[in-house]
């Protein structure tokens, strides 16, 4: 059973550009939890999703970023004219319910010129 | 609302030495209390869960910890340190219902040979 799966592992952008990271949760995993770990902080949650629908979006910047989770395909992360500052790595993390253990997959490192 | 603080943003010990990893939490409701490690340029890895059964929880690795309610506690220790416990340890905390984790700043561990 593959674990989380994130790609890329690296992304590099311009600042102005689109990225979209993506999130392939573990076989039989519905919920989905995107988290951003700036440098040499701890991660903070930015959103929890279930197939086709946001559940908790309290930690989303209110501009710019956008996720979901559509009934087919991968969960994205999608983070539009992005700024020096939204330089960090991306975590995503699931589970097969709520309450349970969240598994994590290796991250995006975001890299913004 | 919730909160975490690790005491000490960098703990050095000898290998051999007793590991201890202080983390002091604040919640409204029965905490769930997570301890994870990362290993550089990698994902988050589960050591150990407290979800409001044994207050002492032995996790993988050798390591555990005690959830201690009176104190807000739930210090992370490993009798022995091996090298290869070198990492970042991230404490975190989530409720019942409460889908999002808590982190805190996270501990970086370097074990002195």
């Known amino acids: 059973n593959a674990g989380v799966m994130q790609n890329p592992r690296h992304l590099v952008r311009r600042r102005g550009q689109e990225a979209r990271l993506r999130c392939s949760p573990m076989?039989?995993?519905?919920?989905v939890y995107w988290y951003r770990q700036l440098p040499e902080e701890g991660l903070k949650f930015m959103v929890y999703?279930?197939?086709?629908?946001?559940?908790?979006e309290s930690g989303m910047p209110k501009e710019r970023f956008s996720a979901e989770f559509p009934k087919e395909g991968p969960s994205i992360l999608r983070i539009q004219q992005v700024v020096r500052g939204d330089s960090a790595a991306y975590f995503c993390a699931s589970s097969p319910g709520r309450n349970n253990e969240q598994f994590f997959g290796p991250g995006t490192r975001l890299t913004v010129l | 609302a919730q909160s975490v603080t690790q005491l000490g943003s960098h703990v050095s010990v000898s290998e051999g030495a007793l590991v201890l990893l202080r983390c002091n939490y604040s919640?409204?409701?029965?905490?769930?209390l997570f301890w994870y490690v990362q290993y550089p340029n990698q994902g988050l890895q589960l050591l150990l869960k407290?979800?409001?059964?044994?207050?002492l929880v032995k996790g993988i690795n050798g390591f555990e910890a005690e959830f201690k309610k009176s104190e807000t506690s739930f210090h992370l220790t490993k009798p022995s340190a091996h090298m290869s416990d070198a990492a970042e340890y991230f404490c975190?905390?989530?409720?019942?219902?409460?889908?999002?984790?808590?982190f805190g700043q996270g501990t970086r561990l370097t074990i002195n040979p």
């Open positions: 407290y979800t409001s059964a044994a207050t």
């Open positions: 919640s409204s409701v029965p905490p769930y």
């Open positions: 975190a905390v989530s409720g019942l219902g409460a889908q999002k984790l808590v």
């Open positions: 076989k039989g995993h519905s919920h």
């Open positions: 999703l279930q197939k086709e629908n946001i559940i908790d």
